[in-house]
């Protein structure tokens, strides 16, 4: 692709408007969940593609075997060898994008809607006739593994991989999505054929679709890239063995300054409790105003900053955050956030509050679809997480109908800092290094 084509395709994403309440659900591929926004203001066409393949799904002792065959996907299929399918990439302009989770593996395109049909004949073909070539397979490989070296090297990678272990356990979401390098060096070529024979199908797809198209012709393309997959779904993993290792763990490293990342149970997108947890979220650790903030920063100095969010995987919800501070300060600091947490539950937040989180929620949720990819994405994020379609039409008025008493409900329920685990990857004491404790 040339830079001056690449350049207008960059300025067209970032042009084209949000119709994100405006979603029509296709009959396009049996059994497959199509949200399709019509947009034709710019000539650009964006498709997510969620497939049940993330690396829940990987096979035991294959760690990262998910991650593997989502890297080789733009590396040659069918007749194209990985050269060749980039090159036809690139003529017309297509970008390719693959991102492996913990529960799907996402492929996201972006073509001019001039390139559409070949830009879905390349998807549908790398899905249904990988190639997998020894090359291709050995160079990616190699990458990961250089990646998974480097994330060792990482404070807050390292607390991020810690926390999840220690939380999930040894499997589903306990296990790095880029595996374990002994295993990954483990998988074979036909063991690969067999995770995309069985995961790249259509039973658990999920398809996002927008832009410059009309719904004959999406129907028409999609069925023609996709029609053929297996339809049959892969069984569903193993629910986590266990949720939460509450108490502080360290996991000691040399590093100036520890990476610490702390969470408790926390509702799924599609739970009634969410839109609540969402507002005491961002009322209790969000922006430079919120109680924790306020608590540990502002008034105690014991931290550069301190965060929450919510996280919705597809088997457990989380209440997530992160603290920045000095080696010796770090005891004090989750003493500290556990305090304000402890506070919020049993006393919620203020009606101001409320009022502005409520504003805030509502006013930043149109930012994610101010472009036909922004709104494919954010669509393919809410099929995942099991919404309906019309959620972004309903959403600012969901949000407007929590009540206060379901904020404190939800604050005393969910923000309890008895359940919280809170991972260092470092010390806390300077220059030295520290087994597991509690404070």
């Known amino acids: 692709m040339s830079l001056r084509l690449a350049a207008f395709l960059f300025a067209l994403l970032l042009l084209a408007p949000a119709q994100a309440a405006n979603v029509k659900p296709l009959t396009a591929v049996k059994g497959v969940p199509v949200w399709f926004v019509e947009d034709h203001s710019v000539p650009v066409l964006a498709l997510t593609v969620s497939l049940p393949a993330g690396s829940a799904y990987d096979p035991p002792g294959k760690s990262g075997m998910a991650a593997l065959a989502a ?24 970008r390719l994008e693959i991102e492996t989770g913990r529960d799907f593996t996402t492929v996201s395109i972006l073509t001019l809607s001039s390139g559409a049909k070949e830009a879905f004949h390349l998807l549908g073909l790398a899905l249904s006739k990988p190639r997998f070539d020894g090359d291709a397979v050995n160079r990616v490989r190699a990458q990961l593994l250089q990646d998974v070296e480097r994330d060792r090297e990482d404070p807050d990678r390292i ?33 690969l054929h067999n995770f995309a024979r069985t995961h790249w199908v259509c039973g658990g797809m999920k398809i996002a679709l927008a832009g410059d198209i009309g719904a004959a012709s999406a129907t028409s393309l999609l069925h023609s890239a996709f029609g053929n997959l297996p339809g049959a779904a892969p069984p569903p993993p193993p629910k986590p063995p266990r949720l939460g290792a509450p108490g502080l763990h360290i996991l000691p490293m ?38 924790l903030m306020q608590d540990v920063r502002e008034r105690r100095g014991l931290t550069y900053g301190v965060s929450t969010r919510l996280v919705s995987y597809g088997r457990a919800g989380l209440i997530l955050g992160d603290v920045t501070a000095q080696s010796e300060m770090v005891r004090r600091a989750v003493v500290a956030l556990r305090d304000a ?71 005393r329920y969910w923000f309890d800092p008895a359940r919280m685990t809170v991972v260092v990857a470092g010390s806390l004491s300077k220059g030295n290094t520290e087994p597991a404790d509690s404070p």
């Open 71 to 94: 890297a080789l996907l733009g590396e040659g299929a069918g007749q194209l060898p990985a050269g060749a399918f980039q090159t036809a990439l690139a003529a017309r302009g297509i």
């Open 159 to 191: 607390a991020e991989l810690g926390f999840h272990s220690l939380y999930f356990g040894p499997y589903t979401y306990g296990r790095p999505v880029q595996g374990e390098p002994h295993e990954l060096q483990a998988i074979t070529l036909q063991e």
């Open 254 to 291: 040399k590093t100036a300054q520890p990476a610490v990342i702390f969470g408790l149970a926390g509702p799924l997108r599609d739970n009634r409790d969410f839109l609540a947890a969402a507002l005491a979220n961002h009322i209790l650790g969000v922006g430079p105003g919120a109680h």
């Open 341 to 411: 947490m402890s506070r919020f539950a049993r006393e919620g937040p203020s009606e101001q509050e409320l009022a502005d989180a409520k504003q805030y929620l509502k006013g930043a949720f149109p930012l994610g679809f101010t472009s036909d990819a922004g709104i494919a994405s954010r669509l393919a994020e809410f099929q995942q997480q099991g919404l309906s379609a019309d959620y972004p039409g309903r959403y600012a008025a969901m949000v407007d109908s929590v009540s206060m008493s379901d904020v404190r409900r939800v604050a």
